[in-house]
């Protein structure tokens, strides 16, 4: 059974920089698509950034050029590394793993406020 766990969240300052990381346990094949989500009080959420297992990275427009994503081939964790943050609501970001079924963590919440 694969278990996903996100780490390395919090409160960050404006322009600031917040690393996550994703840790799986279980059968994690190199193969399957890893991502995260964020998701804002009251709203469905949605993708920012994905990396497939050739290395081809996806970013939501909000986020390109400040956040990179990351993943060991062979084993996890997956990070995402957020610059220079945004003063945004409160949200929770869920790292993902998307092989034949999605894999989800628990989420994380990040805060970014002066």
């Known amino acids: 059974q694969v278990q996903l766990v996100e780490s390395g969240g919090g409160s960050a300052q404006p322009g600031g920089t917040l690393r996550l990381s994703c840790t799986a346990s279980?059968?994690?094949?190199?193969?399957?698509?890893m991502g995260w989500h964020r998701q804002f009080p009251g709203e469905q959420g949605a993708m920012v950034a994905e990396?497939?297992?050739?290395?081809?990275?996806t970013y939501a427009d909000s986020v390109k050029g400040r956040f990179i994503i990351s993943r060991h081939m062979l084993n996890s964790p997956g990070y995402l590394q957020m610059n220079a943050l945004n003063v945004d609501a409160p949200a929770v970001y869920l790292c993902y793993y998307q092989g034949s079924q999605p894999f989800w963590g628990p989420g994380i919440q990040v805060t970014v406020s002066s």
């Open positions: 990396i497939t297992a050739a290395g081809v990275t």
């Open positions: 279980g059968r994690i094949s190199p193969f399957y698509r």
